[in-house]
């Protein structure tokens, strides 16, 4: 038998081969490989997630496994993040109360509120009250307790003690997995359970979703895809994905696609230029 001719079941045994050999799989290579198309092997590649059989990353996968701290995610696409950040920043009211959740992303977030609005945000995220905290039309509320490393946030028992009082108009989530049958999910479980216990007193909950956590099935539940009220996705999610969401009720917007970065020369160019025109499907 042809490599293009193996059944699901054995190419995702060969897909589990590669990622114990190499410690990663490019969607591409595999496609080429195997003589299949590259949907082909991203479908692959999105039931083996939710399986618990790998995690997906932008353009593969790699292995399960504990995941990486806060500090490796910021450094990581960083464009996509800023993209997805300006879509759902745009999205805050004038005059509203935010939480904002654990996340590389929702720290791209919190640098893209505009200071104009009038904003109190809460967060407990120390890097991202730091990374708001010259931005003087701003208040923030620092929620405390032991720092997590993984999350780069506080989300033990004193935590969930002082977010008893807080009761946001907007809950910014930030997810390691979203599927249109799971719903939300995390990684750790006092994450979910801390990400839940805000959700469920917030008027309404954001997240902004990069591709590899699109049907991303993690370990524990958070809340189901019916109490999000909208979602900001990256212009090239996989329309699959996308349309499993919406059917699912989920209110999707996309960013806008991915703008290079600026050289150093051009950093005095309109930042109008640079604002996300969000399109709702």
């Given at each position: 038998?042809?490599?293009?001719?193996?059944?699901?079941?054995?190419?995702?045994?060969?897909?589990?081969?590669?990622?114990?050999?190499?410690g990663?799989v490019?969607?591409?290579?595999?496609?080429?490989?195997?003589?299949?198309?590259?949907?082909t092997?991203?479908?692959?590649?999105?039931?083996?997630?939710?399986?618990?059989?790998?995690?997906?990353?932008?353009?593969?996968?790699?292995?399960?496994?504990?995941?990486?701290s806060?500090?490796?995610?910021?450094?990581?696409?960083?464009?996509?993040?800023?993209?997805?950040?300006?879509?759902?920043?745009a999205?805050?009211?004038?005059?509203?109360?935010?939480?904002?959740?654990?996340?590389?992303?929702?720290?791209?977030?919190?640098?893209?509120?505009?200071?104009?609005?009038?904003?109190?945000?809460?967060?407990?995220?120390p890097?991202?009250?730091?990374?708001?905290?010259?931005?003087?039309?701003?208040?923030?509320?620092?929620?405390?307790?032991?720092?997590?490393?993984?999350?780069?946030?506080?989300?033990?028992?004193?935590?969930?003690?002082?977010?008893?009082?807080?009761?946001?108009?907007?809950?910014?989530?930030g997810?390691?997995?979203?599927?249109?049958?799971?719903?939300?999910?995390?990684?750790?479980?006092?994450?979910?359970e801390?990400?839940?216990?805000?959700?469920?007193?917030?008027?309404?909950?954001?997240?902004?979703?990069?591709?590899?956590?699109?049907?991303?099935?993690?370990?524990?539940?958070?809340?189901?895809?019916?109490?999000?009220?909208?979602?900001?996705?990256?212009?090239?999610?996989?329309?699959?994905?996308?349309?499993?969401?919406?059917?699912?009720?989920?209110?999707?917007?996309?960013?806008?696609?991915?703008?290079?970065?600026?050289?150093?020369?051009?950093?005095?160019?309109?930042?109008?230029?640079?604002?996300?025109?969000?399109?709702?499907?």
């Amino acid at each position: 038998m042809s490599l293009s001719e193996l059944l699901l079941g054995e190419r995702q045994t060969l897909i589990k081969a590669r990622l114990a050999a190499h410690g990663r799989v490019i969607a591409t290579d595999l496609a080429q490989e195997l003589g299949v198309s590259e949907d082909t092997i991203r479908r692959d590649l999105r039931e083996m997630a939710a399986a618990g059989l790998c995690r997906r990353v932008y353009g593969g996968a790699l292995p399960t496994g504990p995941s990486t701290s806060f500090s490796e995610r910021v450094g990581t696409d960083g464009d996509r993040k800023d993209a997805l950040a300006r879509a759902a920043a745009a999205l805050v009211e004038p005059g509203a109360f935010v939480f904002l959740d654990a996340g590389s992303t929702n720290l791209a977030i919190a640098r893209a509120l505009p200071e104009d609005r009038r904003l109190t945000v809460a967060t407990n995220t120390p890097a991202i009250a730091a990374a708001l905290i010259d931005r003087r039309g701003i208040e923030i509320i620092q929620i405390g307790g032991p720092i997590d490393r993984k999350t780069g946030a506080a989300i033990g028992a004193k935590a969930l003690r002082d977010a008893e009082v807080l009761r946001p108009d907007l809950c910014i989530l930030g997810i390691c997995g979203l599927h249109p049958d799971v719903g939300v999910t995390a990684f750790g479980f006092e994450d979910a359970e801390f990400k839940r216990f805000v959700a469920m007193r917030s008027r309404a909950v954001l997240t902004a979703v990069t591709n590899d956590k699109l049907a991303m099935a993690a370990p524990y539940a958070v809340i189901p895809i019916g109490r999000l009220d909208r979602a900001v996705f990256e212009a090239d999610a996989d329309e699959q994905e996308v349309a499993e969401c919406t059917a699912a009720g989920l209110r999707v917007i996309r960013a806008d696609p991915v703008e290079p970065r600026p050289n150093r020369r051009s950093k005095g160019n309109d930042t109008a230029r640079r604002q996300a025109r969000t399109t709702e499907i």
